[in-house]
């Protein structure tokens, strides 16, 4: 069950999906900038929408599901294969600023999350969440203590 998907190949078409049961973001949001073609893993969504509710404030997306040749164009390592390909990575924002970092990292890593990427100069512009594992070539913490983490230039 861990690794089953949610797709489509343009967002709207699970604008209404049932399936789509997480009620504070949308296909839109997670969708791919590029190609307008969503993925999500279900177990991922989970976690960010139980991150959600703990936090009780909105979490603004900035970047969701990034589909292979779009995750090429706009990361500077041009890899094929990030986290945000899996549909399993999210860039947020959460609505109380810098002060909440914090609070998210943990409330990530209570939720299953697993690594987080942080920009410390401007840290509103890339604050990075997924729940990739070390069976899937991520690196991860090896004592499990805590999210595996980096930060960006
Ligand atoms: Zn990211």
């Known amino acids: ?43 991922f969504m989970d976690r960010l929408q139980a991150i959600r509710k703990a936090y009780g404030r909105p979490l603004s997306v900035f970047s969701g599901y990034r589909s292979p040749e779009w995750n090429l164009a706009v990361t500077k ?38 690594r987080c990427g942080l920009m410390l100069s401007r840290p509103e512009q890339r604050f990075h969440l997924d729940d990739m594992t070390a069976s899937e070539g991520f690196a991860v913490r090896e004592d499990s203590r805590g999210l595996f983490c980096w930060t960006y230039p």
């Open 77 to 114: 390592r041009k890899s094929r294969t990030g986290a945000h390909t899996h549909g399993r990575a999210v860039d947020l924002w959460p609505a109380g600023g810098v002060e909440d970092v914090p609070l998210i990292l943990n409330l990530a890593w209570t939720h299953g999350m697993t």
């Open 1 to 43: 069950m861990r690794h089953l998907h949610l797709k489509a190949d343009h967002y709207s078409a699970l604008e209404r999906d049932p399936a789509w049961r997480w009620p504070h973001f949308t296909p839109y949001e997670m969708r791919c900038q590029g190609t307008e073609k969503v993925k999500v893993g279900f177990v």
